[in-house]
């Protein structure tokens, strides 16, 4: 991929802005409509939560004392304030909507989409098995927990399915249909099978390590080793803490990105054992962001595009009822004499109190920061889930435009209040009031879209996007010609494919000039790889764009379309083709499997 990296500043190619071609017109409703989340203020400006503060829009679960949603509310029984300043309610809404928006039909063939196709019976959640942060026997208790759920699970409520190791990964994707979420989770091969995490220390390692300095320090004249080897067993941890926190803030980043596209409010309900600290603002604090340490970009910029996104987390303690480590059955005091069995058994039970305690405070911290619940000490877990998918299918949609001029690099916080019932309100209690500006790589040659195309990584949704697979003839009347490729190992012609991609226009951010006309430049990339995730061809283009005000609003109306051909190597099993505003930092990427490209017809 160093080659790829390298053609970014070489290649660059101007393309005219084009009209929806006639067989993709099918599209025209779903780019036309926008998600409620970019529909507010005029047309580019992107007017969302945390790209600036014209709209806010704040979803509310209000649930009574028997935890069952409320439903029937109006906009009168609600007061909003922000930061201590009451707000005007600009919009509102009930979900579930009485008159739902129709799916999509069904494509035509070679035609593919990043457009989600959730299903209107329920608001969609992702289901977030975490390995990277949870004991492998905790791993085993959230499947077991998972099919006792999904046994019981009615069709209708879209769910997917993701695990979180080393990275994030696709498991399956969105279906309403719970005997396909069974499969998934009960095969092994899948990806859904507990997997052992090499960054996250056990309650038998901190027991072990606290026990070893424990033991040195007692010995006369061995203070400044126990302390040199508690030094460093912390420096160890921390490093590990560290890793496992960057991890987990690109997978719900990459998440966002994922469920961009959906309107309304989506759910991940995150299974874990050991939850990272500080991976979101504490709102108990007058300065949230004081406490982010040393990921306050990375911090922001996920609370950013979750907020954009409408997502609420749930988490879920992944060990249930909770029981000290010394009592696991792999648990060895190794102490000598009655005083020092107890001063480890003492040990074990304040080291077990204190990661309980911060585990469930990050928990809280995650769920408030976002608008969804924390569940833990308990062994309900389906129970959870069920009370998650009550939240997502009833919930109210509210929007203001704040009237405070703070500066808006400080945390705004929203507070909700209901008049005239007694009743539980969950919503995401701030924001910040600008989005942080893309971030640029450390190195200049690293494409900012490469993260995007990835094989596992599942597609942006943040650009609306869709591809018209054009393949080769299945009997060529000649040799294969040679077909444009930034690949420059590959010699030999091979069958080209052409890719017609169409942007919805309210996914960018253009520019304007004095003479009225709008302009961007945006990246695109076409690449394939093989089923082991080995990228076999590429190619990488600049699309310079500008558009006089009448094709402006041709392209508002219909989209902006251009095409690129790119070789097909043998052995090729996935095109992936990917869009990247600079002025955004937002992609929209689709996998397409070459296995579902149809030969044109003779």
């Not at 005091?333 to 040990?347: H, K, R, V, Y």
């Not at 539980?424 to 993260?451: E, I």
């Not at 017609?500 to 520019?511: D, K, P, Y």
Request: hydrophobic share 40%; net charge neutral.
């Amino acid at each position: 991929m160093n080659n790829l990296r390298r053609t970014l500043a070489l290649r660059s190619a101007t393309f005219q802005a084009g009209l929806l071609p006639a067989s993709l017109l099918l599209l025209e409703s779903a780019f036309i409509t926008p998600p409620r989340a970019l529909a507010q203020g005029p047309p580019n400006d992107a007017a969302t939560l945390t790209m600036n503060a014209r709209t806010v829009i704040v979803d509310v679960v209000v649930t009574g004392k028997d935890g069952k949603p409320v439903q029937g509310l109006r906009q009168q029984d609600f007061a909003v304030s922000e930061d201590g300043h009451p707000q005007q309610i600009t919009t509102f809404e009930e979900h579930p909507s009485p008159h739902p928006p129709p799916p999509l039909g069904p494509l035509p063939p070679n035609i593919f989409t990043n457009i989600p196709r959730a299903s209107p019976a329920g608001s969609p959640i992702v289901l977030l098995l975490d390995s990277l942060n949870t004991p492998i026997a905790d791993q085993a208790l959230v499947r077991q927990q998972m099919l006792s759920y999904l046994r019981h699970l009615q069709p209708g409520i879209p769910m997917a399915i993701f695990t979180l190791g080393s990275q994030l990964r696709y498991i399956q994707g969105f279906t309403d249909d719970p005997a396909v979420l069974r499969a998934v989770v009960q095969n092994i091969h899948s990806g859904a099978a507990p997997r052992t995490s090499n960054l996250l220390q056990s309650k038998t390692e901190a027991t072990a390590n606290a026990t070893s300095v424990a033991q040195i320090g007692s010995t006369p004249g061995m203070g400044a080793m126990a302390a040199a080897l508690q030094q460093f067993q912390g420096e160890q941890t921390s490093s590990q803490d560290s890793t496992r926190i960057l991890i987990t803030l690109d997978a719900l980043q990459q998440l966002a990105h994922y469920l961009a596209g959906i309107p309304g409010r989506k759910s991940i309900i995150w299974f874990s054992g050991a939850f990272p600290s500080y991976i979101f603002p504490d709102q108990s604090l007058s300065n949230p962001s004081a406490i982010e340490r040393g990921f306050a970009d990375q911090i922001r910029s996920a609370d950013a595009s979750l907020a954009t996104s409408e997502v609420a987390i749930y988490p879920i303690a992944a060990e249930g009822l909770l029981n000290n480590s010394l009592y696991d059955v792999d648990t060895q005091l190794t102490g000598q004499d009655a005083a020092t069995i107890q001063q480890q058994s003492n040990t074990s039970l304040q080291n077990d109190a204190l990661r309980r305690n911060a585990d469930h405070t990050t928990m809280d911290q995650i769920a408030k920061a976002t608008g969804g619940r924390a569940f833990y000490n308990n062994n309900g877990i389906a129970k959870a889930i069920a009370r998650v998918a009550q939240h997502a299918a009833n919930y109210y949609t509210l929007s203001y435009t704040p009237t405070s001029s703070r500066s808006p690099d400080r945390f705004r916080k929203i507070k909700v209040l209901l008049k005239s019932e007694h009743a539980s309100l969950t919503y995401r209690d701030g924001y910040f009031a600008t989005n942080p500006a893309p971030t640029k790589a450390a190195n200049p040659n690293v494409d900012p879209l490469l993260p995007f195309m990835k094989p596992d990584v599942p597609d942006s949704t943040e650009i609306p996007l869709a591809l018209l697979v054009q393949p080769p003839p299945s009997k060529p009347i000649s040799a294969p010609s040679t077909c444009p490729s930034d690949n420059h190992d590959l010699s030999s012609p091979l069958p080209c494919y052409t890719a017609v991609f169409v942007i919805a226009a309210r996914g960018l951010q253009f520019s304007t000039t004095p003479n009225g006309s709008r302009q961007d430049t945006i990246e695109v990339t076409l690449l394939v790889y093989n089923d082991s995730g080995k990228i076999l061809n590429w190619i990488v283009r600049h699309v310079n764009l500008d558009m006089d005000p009448a094709r402006f609003a041709q392209v508002q109306s219909n989209g902006i379309h251009f095409s690129l051909t790119l070789g097909v190597p043998p052995g090729s099993t996935t095109l992936r083709g990917g869009v990247y505003d600079p002025a955004t930092g937002l992609a929209g990427t689709l996998a397409v499997p070459l296995a579902s490209v149809t030969p044109p017809q003779p």
